[in-house]
């Protein structure tokens, strides 16, 4: 009886072993699928988004300006481990606003209603994305 019960817990413990490889392994996937959504959007924005808006020099010289700033804030909060992932979270979600009004700002009004609409695009876009998985 003893020899049976030591197989169980074996069975047991290799098939909860062999479920966290195949969730580890989803999560994994559904994290790779996300980063290449992501890239596939901001790829797009690059190419046709930034062309119809027609950007002087002095506003592309700008938003680069505020893109690297941007990057090396988000670094810090995310390197910063003093903070918890609500803290973190919350911060890049105040940066991200903060991020957009600087944006606007260098933005004349024809071209704030061209970013408007093709932000509603995509969430269209992407809406109808979410529904076809």
């Known amino acids: 009886m003893l020899k049976k019960n030591n197989t169980m817990?074996?069975?047991i413990v290799m098939a909860c072993i062999a479920a966290g490889f195949t969730l580890s392994a989803q999560a994994q996937d559904s994290s790779?699928?996300?980063?290449?959504?992501?890239n596939k959007h901001s790829k797009e924005w690059k190419h046709d988004g930034k062309?119809?808006?027609d950007l002087t020099?002095?506003?592309q010289e700008k938003m680069k300006a505020m893109r690297a700033e941007f990057k090396i804030q988000a670094k810090a909060i995310?390197?910063?481990?003093?903070?918890?992932e609500d803290q973190k979270k919350e911060q890049l979600k105040a940066l991200h606003v903060k991020n957009r009004q600087q944006m606007k700002a260098v933005l004349t009004p024809d071209q704030q209603q061209k970013v408007a609409e093709q932000r509603k695009n995509l969430r269209k876009q992407h809406k109808t994305e979410v529904k076809r998985k």
């Open 57 to 59: 020099a002095d506003q």
């Open 78 to 84: 995310n390197d910063n481990s003093a903070l918890t």
């Open 51 to 53: 062309a119809k808006l």
């Open 9 to 11: 817990k074996k069975l």
């Open 32 to 38: 790779a699928a996300k980063i290449q959504h992501k």
